[in-house]
């Protein structure tokens, strides 16, 4: 690549622009990086055309989570403007009634003043079990979630409780397409990440050993160097 390349990122749940400072960092020397802001919509829809307003021209696209969800949204609306697609940790499936009912628990919780507790569950969730003592990364991942804050937090789980089934759309998708996941994804398992690599074709599937589902953030050397590759090679 001779030029730098438009990267669009996206943010997940209760995530901003920090989720993807090491990405950021080590990859502004090959693309033109634009992270988008997911606080003020409540609909996938929305947060696709925010993004897709965010940046000029064609772009590589890469979410992670919720941001893998407003990626496929995206795909649907305009794919001829991306010219490669990264699915970090997410999911093509929409909700289950499990999901939508833990999702309304947290909600409630939200709306009962209790954020705090929101966000120690969300935490739990987040990283792989062995990284809940490292004090540097929780606080980080925290304090990022408490910028976002309750209100943004119930626009953006209304959105995905209402967002669309992808797994009939996975097999339009012609760009190269990477698809990662951490090996202790405990929100997208190993196997909904695999489900979406069978079904999109030109794909690639990159694992990361001993990682949860924000993997940017608990894995971030390994995962710029996927991107990177991605960016490059793909």
Not at 58 to 67: D, H, R
Not at 82 to 106: F, G, K, M, N, W
Not at 139 to 152: C, D, L, Q
Not at 160 to 181: E, N, Y
Request: charged share 25%; aromatic share 4%; hydrophobic share 45%.
């Amino acid at each position: 690549m001779t030029e730098r390349e438009n990267l669009l990122l996206l943010p997940g749940l209760l995530c901003d622009a920090a989720m993807w400072n090491h990405q950021r960092k080590y990859l502004a020397q090959v693309a033109e990086i634009t992270i988008a802001d997911f606080t003020r919509s409540e609909s996938m829809a929305g947060m696709a055309e925010a993004a897709l307003a965010a940046v000029q021209g064609n772009f590589a696209l890469a979410g992670l989570s919720m941001g893998g969800y407003v990626a496929m949204e995206i795909m649907r609306r305009a794919p001829e403007r991306v010219s490669r697609l990264a699915l970090l940790d997410t999911s093509a499936r929409s909700d289950t009634q499990e999901q939508i009912q833990r999702r309304h628990q947290l909600m409630q919780l939200t709306r009962d003043g209790k954020f705090d507790e929101v966000l120690s569950i969300f935490l739990s969730l987040l990283i792989h079990p062995g990284r809940m003592q490292d004090e540097a990364l929780c606080k980080e991942i925290v304090e990022m979630n408490r910028r976002i804050g309750p209100e943004a937090f119930l626009r953006q789980q209304k959105a995905m409780m209402g967002r669309h089934d992808s797994l009939d759309d996975l097999g339009r998708i012609t760009c190269p397409t990477l698809v990662l996941c951490g090996t202790h994804d405990a929100l997208t398992p190993l196997e909904i990440n695999e489900e979406i690599a069978s079904r999109i074709p030109h794909s690639h599937l990159a694992i990361i050993e001993d990682c949860g589902h924000l993997s940017t953030m608990e894995q971030p050397q390994a995962v710029t160097v996927m991107l990177r590759e991605w960016l490059l090679y793909l």
